[in-house]
């Protein structure tokens, strides 16, 4: 999914896509597809393709738009599913054929402007750009921040969600422990001071396991020595 044998690169089945820019906090990653065309470039239309496993644990943010451009009248999302086009921060298609220098020239070919649609990655996951009948595309992201700036000022990209699994890691450091590695369980182990060490926290905190090295303290082996003593004692 990942190749970093140079620079950090997303792979799919539709192309290599480098990636700009990691927020690590939210979880986000932004990604560039050098053959998109964008509001500067117009380039031959192709598609882009995630594998299913990708689409579920890693797919598009709903701040990043795809915008389909130079749309047949045909087009399904110009009929019968357009309800899969929206509007986003006020922008419309003219707008983008009138701002952009790659995108004037559908403008001037038909003198106005033909379809376009602004639409979520859904759209382009289940139909083609040739069952979509648009001859190009772009995509946009933080949309959410573009009300009144222009589309030359959009930034362009693909920007992902992803999920990091939960290892236990966090809640050992708030507890003031250290994350290790147990090679025997080959789990997670929370390394509390060179006597003990616990599977998910320090003693500190809330533990859900017992101690990894099964050391007992006093207090256990006075409870066990009562409790011997109270069974030896006749019933009365």
């Known amino acids: 999914m990942l190749n970093c044998s140079t620079d950090l690169f997303f792979l799919t089945p539709s192309g290599d896509y480098k990636v700009q820019h990691?927020?690590?906090d939210k979880k986000t990653m932004?990604?560039?597809?050098?053959?998109?065309s964008?509001?500067?470039i117009l380039q031959p239309h192709h598609d882009f393709i995630m594998t299913d496993i990708q689409s579920?644990?890693?797919s598009p943010t709903p701040d990043t738009v795809f915008a389909l451009l130079n749309c047949s009248i045909d087009s399904p999302v110009l009929n019968h599913y357009k309800n899969l086009c929206f509007s986003f921060s006020g922008?419309?298609?003219?707008?983008?054929?009138?701002a952009c220098n790659a995108f004037r020239v559908f403008h001037l070919l038909t003198n106005s402007s033909p379809p376009c649609c602004f639409t979520g990655y859904d759209t382009v996951k289940f139909?083609?750009?040739?069952?979509?009948?648009?001859?190009?595309?772009?995509?946009?992201i933080n949309t959410d921040s573009l009300m009144?700036?222009?589309?030359?000022?959009?930034?362009?990209?693909?920007?992902?969600s992803y999920s990091v699994p939960e290892t236990g890691?966090?809640?050992?450091?708030q507890s003031g422990g250290t994350c290790g590695y147990d090679t025997e369980t080959e789990g997670m182990m929370c390394l509390c001071s060179s006597s003990s060490n616990y599977t998910r926290e320090c003693a500190g905190g809330s533990l859900t396991a017992g101690d990894h090295r099964s050391s007992h303290s006093p207090w256990t082996f006075f409870n066990v020595a009562i409790l011997l003593v109270l069974s030896s004692l006749p019933v009365i």
């Open 148 to 160: 009144g700036i222009v589309p030359s000022d959009w930034v362009y990209g693909i920007k992902l």
């Open 30 to 36: 932004t990604i560039y597809d050098p053959a998109m």
């Open 91 to 98: 922008h419309s298609c003219d707008e983008l054929y009138g």
């Open 127 to 140: 139909m083609s750009m040739n069952i979509l009948d648009c001859t190009h595309y772009t995509t946009v």
């Open 56 to 58: 579920v644990t890693i």
């Open 22 to 24: 990691i927020d690590y």
């Open 38 to 40: 964008t509001c500067s």
């Open 169 to 173: 890691c966090e809640r050992c450091s």
